[in-house]
């Protein structure tokens, strides 16, 4: 498209929109249609996001950091822990090792025991927490060695757990990604069915507008342009008040969790701001495609 | 100007024309007459392109009408001024927007063409009516503003199907002469017409050729009117 032709388009002729007739009807369901789905949008957007900086921040923290519980009797407990400790700082891929002391494991069991509790009573397993560097070590390998030489010792690097947290977070980013892109057809196929009406109710004007001369691009674009810039402002809307309904919600938090973590971020917020150009660019699409169609079908 | 080599025209339901063969001659002027029915309409259909013909061929401006793409078909019907039977307006414009039609399609800048625009409607008398819309028109008023837009582009040829139809004697003798008046600046006319006093009365101001449409075929009626 040359630039004059964009411009014409953007900027519009004001003879040009004279002459097809106003259509109150599909002009509101569009921009209804529109806004509506220009608002599921940012949800859409903002539920990936979210999803996806979790999948990130938890395959990321829990990768890199294991345990290693060494359960032996209090007497070979020592021995075993030093043991295992240079094994440790020996593989490649350990980033570090430290063993927490005795008043570190009793604050993570107070939850439990209370803190008053004397935990040298208890046969509480001696842990080691293990800091992956990068590249990371061998699970395997540091399993069989460690199996060799420190009985007692059982490394712990949470994949277990992780993993289908994991898989759900990015299953989750996914159907983000899928309902955005769902939300983009239903868009082009809304328009195109009140692109449709409105050019099956014209179509007398359009009759007489080719038998004075007028060629298809031009009554292309008096509907192309009409409904590119309904899809526009419709879109504009929903967005604004999708993203005020994601900036009311509480802001990111240890105790929420998933659920308040649900918004935009820093350069995030820029993204919902795409959604209304890409929502015209769809409308656009369908309105030429159904234009053309129509337009063909006519003698 | 237009020309149509041994043309057919079959609808489906059978042959309306067949072997039709005219040559409209710049700055001629010619009626086409014939019973109802007969394919007046569908004559003038195919001489703007608005049918195609199912055998012959249709020449227009040195251009084979069938060859044509949309575009092209568009940029033809600006050489050639038609004035429709039901006159064909945009309900919702004004008159003088409905007779600036052409101009606004085209692409032209109104303002350029105001003072073109305002002498051709004191031509066709709708001076006072230029802002009422085309339902409020009278059936001579809707034909005069027809005729005002099919000129407004100054085409070489102009069209007109049954013009006086829906008009008295004297609103059809006042269309009759901005017909002649355009004729004798030099454009082409055809009129489709079954009124015959209007071809005699015509006769006594141009010469006029009257072409009629009989079982068929196209007939030079001549001067035995």
């Known amino acids: ?299 | 100007m237009i020309e149509l080599e041994n043309v057919g025209y079959n609808y489906g339901g059978g042959e309306l024309l067949s072997d039709v063969s005219v040559k409209l001659a710049p700055g001629s002027f010619h009626f086409l007459t014939g019973p109802s029915g007969a394919g007046k309409t569908t004559l003038l259909k195919l001489c703007y392109g608005a049918l195609t013909p199912t055998s012959g061929r249709v020449r227009a401006f040195n251009m084979d009408v069938q060859g044509l793409d949309r575009d092209q078909m568009a940029h033809l019907r600006r050489r050639v001024g038609v004035v429709h039977q039901d006159c064909r307006f945009l309900d919702h414009l004004a008159v003088i927007e409905n007779i600036a039609l052409p101009l606004i399609v085209a692409g032209k800048d109104l303002s350029q063409e105001e003072a073109n625009l305002r002498e051709l409607l004191t031509w066709v008398g709708l001076s006072q009516r230029a802002d009422a819309l085309p339902p409020e028109l009278s059936g001579g008023e809707r034909q005069r503003a027809a005729l005002a837009r099919s000129v407004i582009l100054s085409p070489d040829v102009i069209i007109a199907d049954e013009p006086t139809g829906n008009v008295d004697w004297e609103m059809s003798q006042r269309l009759l002469q901005l017909l002649v008046e355009l004729n004798r600046m030099g454009k082409t006319i055809l009129v489709a017409t079954h009124d015959m006093a209007l071809i005699r009365a015509a006769k006594k101001q141009v010469q006029a050729r009257v072409l009629r449409i009989s079982a068929k075929q196209l007939i030079q009626a001549g001067a035995d009117l």
């Open chain 1, 1 to 299: 498209m040359s630039e004059g032709r964009l411009r014409k388009l953007i900027m519009g002729d004001a003879q040009a929109d004279r002459v097809v007739p106003p259509s109150g009807f599909t002009a509101q369901l569009t921009l209804f249609v529109s806004g509506a789905m220009a608002f599921l949008a940012v949800f859409a957007l903002a539920l990936s996001l979210a999803s996806g900086r979790l999948a990130n921040r938890w395959a990321d923290e829990l990768a890199r950091a294991a345990t290693l519980r060494i359960n032996a009797p209090a007497e070979q407990r020592l021995a075993q822990t030093e043991a295992a400790l240079t094994i440790l700082r020996q593989t490649p891929g350990v980033a570090s090792a430290r063993a927490f002391s005795a008043e570190e494991q009793a604050e993570l069991l107070s939850p439990w025991f209370g803190s008053s509790l004397a935990i040298d009573s208890l046969p509480v397993p001696q842990l080691i927490e293990v800091i992956e560097g990068d590249p990371g070590y061998d699970g395997t390998g540091l399993r069989l060695r460690l199996q060799a030489e420190v009985p007692g010792a059982v490394l712990d690097d949470h994949t277990r757990w992780r993993a289908p947290l994991v898989d759900a977070a990015r299953a989750l980013r996914r159907l983000g990604a899928v309902s955005i892109l769902l939300i983009a057809g239903a868009t082009a196929a809304m328009i195109t069915l009140a692109a449709n009406a409105a050019l099956a109710a014209n179509a007398q004007v359009i009759e007489v507008l080719r038998l004075v001369g007028a060629l298809d691009s031009y009554i292309a674009h008096a509907f192309v342009r009409r409904f590119t810039l309904r899809a526009l402002g419709g879109a504009a809307v929903g967005v604004g008040l999708g993203m005020i309904g994601v900036w009311l919600m509480p802001s990111a938090s240890n105790e929420g969790g998933f659920l308040t973590g649900l918004g935009f971020q820093g350069w995030a917020w820029g993204l919902p701001l795409l959604i209304p150009p890409l929502g015209a660019l769809v409308a656009f699409a369908a309105t030429t495609r159904a234009a053309n169609k129509r337009l063909g079908d006519l003698t």
